[in-house]
C-alpha cells in the first residue's frame, strides 16, 4: 500500500501532484510520502504488539533526517553501521538506547563515539573486534554492551550481493564456534554481553530462510543460558523484502507471526532492523526524459536521473517500475531502454522496458525508490546530489537541497592555493 496514485491522468503523492513538485524543485528528485512512511512503520510494528520488542530501522536504506525523525517519533529506534550513520541518528534526536550498532569494519574512534553516546548494544563481527571494543571501553572506564553477530549459514534466496548469512560470507561468527566466542566475550571485564544478533540477507520474500536462521540462533540462546549467559536481546536484523514487480513477500503480520512462534517462550526483547520494507514503497524518484533516440539496435530514452542518482539497476541488474507522470491515452507502447547521462554503458535505469512512446520534456516516476535510492547515490561524473522531498497531505516540504556545483567542490584546494 502507498500512496502514488493517479487522479485523472495525473501522477499525485497524497495530495499533491508529482508534477507541480517537478517544475517547482526541478527534476531529478526524490519523493517520499509521509503517510506511507507513516503507515508502513505502524503495520510493522503493531505486528510485534504481542512481545517485547524494538524496532531499529536499517538507516542505509533511507538516512534523511526527516525520514528519521518521523519514525524515531513513532517510537522506532536506530540500526547504525558507521560513525556517520550514528551522527545522522543522534542529531535528529533517536534516543541512543535504542540504537544498535552493526558492520564488520568499526574503527577505533567510531567505537569511542559509540561509548560516548551510550547506545543500546554494539552487534560484534570478529573476536579482534570484541576485544578492541573492551579495550577502548575499559581505557574510558565503561563498559560496553555487545551482542555477537552469528551467520546462521542460511540461504536467503536473494541476489549474492546481498545475501549475508552464507558460511562464505564476511558477516559474523560461525555460528559453529559461537559458544567459545560468547566464552571468550564474558572473560573480558569491560564488556557487557546481552545479546545474540543475525541477518541473513535483504529483499528476501520467503518466510522460511527467517524461521530457519531464527530456530538456530534461539537454539543457541538456550544453550548460552544454560551454561550462565543471560541473552536479553535477540536481534533478527532486517531482510524483508518488498514488491518491486510481481514478487509477493509475506506481509509483516504472517512474518511476525512465524518468528513469535519461534521465540515466545524465550524471554528475551526481540529487536528487528527492517530498512527496505519501511522505505522502499514510500519512495518515487522523477526524472525528465531528455531526449529520445533511435539506433538500428535499440530504442532509448535519455532521462536527467542516472546511476549516480539510482544505482540499483546498473548494480544489481534491480527492476523499478517507471511510470509516466500523465498519462495520455492513445499513445503506441515502445520498448525501450531508460538510460542515464553518465558516461557508461552501465547507466541505465530500464532496460528492454515497455513504455508508452514518451515526450522530450516529460517527467517519469521511478517507482519503489525510497530504499537504498538516494543513500546510495554519488557525486560521479560532478553531478550533484537530487534533492529530497517529504509530502505530507496537501503539502510538500524539501527536506534535503539538491547539491550546487559549489558543494561539489567544497573542501577542495590545488596545490597553488595551498602555496
Ligand atoms: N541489518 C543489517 C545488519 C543489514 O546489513 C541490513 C542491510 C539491514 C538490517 C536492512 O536490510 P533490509 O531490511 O533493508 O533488507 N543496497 C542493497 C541492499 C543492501 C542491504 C545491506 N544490509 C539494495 O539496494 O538492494
Given at each position: 500500500m502507498h500512496h502514488f496514485q493517479y487522479r485523472g491522468d495525473d501522477l499525485y503523492c497524497?495530495?499533491?501532484p508529482v508534477a507541480r513538485i517537478a517544475s517547482e524543485v526541478g527534476t531529478p528528485v526524490y519523493i517520499y510520502s509521509h503517510a506511507t512512511l507513516t503507515r508502513h512503520f505502524r503495520v510493522f510494528d503493531e505486528a510485534f504488539a504481542g512481545v517485547l520488542h524494538l524496532v531499529c530501522?536499517?538507516?542505509?536504506?533511507?538516512a534523511n533526517l526527516a525520514v528519521l525523525k518521523l519514525f524515531s517519533d513513532l517510537g522506532g529506534g536506530l540500526d547504525v553501521v558507521s560513525g556517520g550513520e550514528l551522527f545522522r541518528g543522534l542529531k535528529t534526536g533517536v534516543p541512543p538506547q535504542r540504537i544498535v550498532y552493526a558492520g564488520v569494519g568499526k574503527s577505533r574512534e567510531e567505537i569511542a563515539y559509540a561509548l560516548k553516546s551510550d547506545i543500546l548494544m554494539f552487534n560484534v563481527e570478529s573476536g579482534q573486534e570484541l576485544r578492541l571494543i573492551h579495550e577502548v571501553a575499559s581505557g574510558m572506564g565503561v563498559r560496553a554492551r555487545v551482542a555477537l553477530r552469528v551467520n546462521p549459514d542460511v540461504d536467503p534466496k536473494t541476489h549474492p550481493y546481498i545475501s549475508t548469512g552464507l558460511k562464505k560470507s564476511k558477516f559474523g561468527f560461525d555460528i559453529g564456534h559461537a559458544l567459545e566466542e560468547y566464552e571468550a566475550a564474558r572473560?573480558?571485564?569491560?564488556?557487557?554481553?546481552?545479546?545474540?544478533?543475525?541477518?541473513?540477507?535483504?529483499?528476501?520474500?520467503?518466510?522460511?530462510?527467517?524461521?530457519?536462521?531464527?530456530?538456530?540462533?534461539?537454539?543457541?540462546?538456550?544453550?548460552?543460558?544454560?551454561?550462565?549467559?543471560?541473552?536479553?536481546?535477540l536481534d533478527v536484523g532486517g531482510g524483508l523484502g518488498i514488491t518491486y514487480k510481481d514478487e509477493e513477500p509475506p506481509l509483516p503480520?504472517?512474518?511476525?507471526?512465524?518468528?513469535?512462534?519461534?521465540?515466545?517462550?524465550?524471554?528475551?526483547?526481540?529487536?528487528?532492523?527492517?530498512?527496505?520494507?519501511?522505505?522502499?514503497?514510500?519512495?518515487?524518484?522523477?526524472?525528465?526524459v531528455l531526449y529520445t533516440k533511435q539506433t538500428p539496435a535499440r530504442n532509448f530514452v535519455v532521462v536527467d536521473a542516472g546511476m549516480n542518482d539510482l544505482a540499483r539497476p546498473s548494480l544489481y541488474?534491480?527492476?523499478?517500475?517507471?511510470?509516466?507522470?500523465?498519462?495520455?491515452?492513445?499513445?503506441?507502447?515502445?520498448?525501450?531502454?531508460?538510460?542515464g547521462p553518465i558516461c557508461e554503458s552501465g547507466d541505465f535505469l530500464a532496460k528492454d522496458r515497455g513504455l508508452p512512446r514518451c515526450e522530450p520534456g516529460e517527467l517519469l516516476a521511478v517507482m519503489s525508490a525510497g530504499a537504498y535510492g538516494h543513500t546510495m547515490s554519488s557525486n560521479y561524473n560532478a553531478r550533484p546530489r537530487a534533492p529530497e522531498v517529504m509530502v505530507r497531505g496537501n503539502r510538500y516540504h524539501v527536506v534535503r537541497e539538491r547539491e550546487t556545483f559549489e558543494d561539489l567542490v567544497r573542501g577542495e584546494r590545488t596545490l597553488d592555493e595551498l602555496g
Open positions: 497524497e495530495e499533491v530501522f536499517a538507516m542505509k536504506a533511507n572473560a573480558l571485564p569491560s564488556l557487557d554481553v546481552v545479546g545474540i544478533h543475525h541477518h541473513i540477507g535483504s529483499q528476501i520474500t520467503e518466510i522460511r530462510p527467517f524461521v530457519d536462521a531464527l530456530e538456530k540462533t534461539a537454539a543457541l540462546v538456550r544453550t548460552l543460558r544454560e551454561r550462565g549467559t543471560e541473552i536479553r536481546y503480520a504472517e512474518f511476525a507471526r512465524a518468528l513469535i512462534g519461534v521465540i515466545r517462550d524465550l524471554d528475551v526483547t526481540i529487536v528487528l532492523e527492517p530498512g527496505r520494507v519501511l522505505v522502499g514503497n514510500a519512495g518515487i524518484l522523477v526524472t525528465r541488474g534491480s527492476y523499478h517500475a517507471i511510470q509516466t507522470v500523465r498519462q495520455v491515452s492513445g499513445r503506441p507502447e515502445m520498448t525501450v531502454d531508460v538510460v
